[in-house]
């Protein structure tokens, strides 16, 4: 819950660390936090979507 509030944070960087460590939690992650991350697809910052993509390839490994 603490890490879902920091996706919305002003601060880009911030948004970036969650969804790297969101990411980091591979595939054992609930639904509403794939949810949270697949809305950082179009977050205002190159680099956070990047991060949002990476993080949903590592979730979608470890599903495999």
Excluded: K
């Amino acid at each position: 819950e603490a890490l879902m509030a920091r996706l919305v944070d002003e601060d880009r960087l911030v948004r970036q660390a969650t969804v790297e460590a969101l990411g980091a939690l591979g595939s054992g992650m609930r639904e509403s936090v794939q949810e949270a991350l697949m809305a950082r697809l179009v977050d205002e910052d190159r680099l956070v979507r990047q991060a949002t993509v990476e993080a949903l390839g590592n979730i979608g490994a470890g599903m495999q």
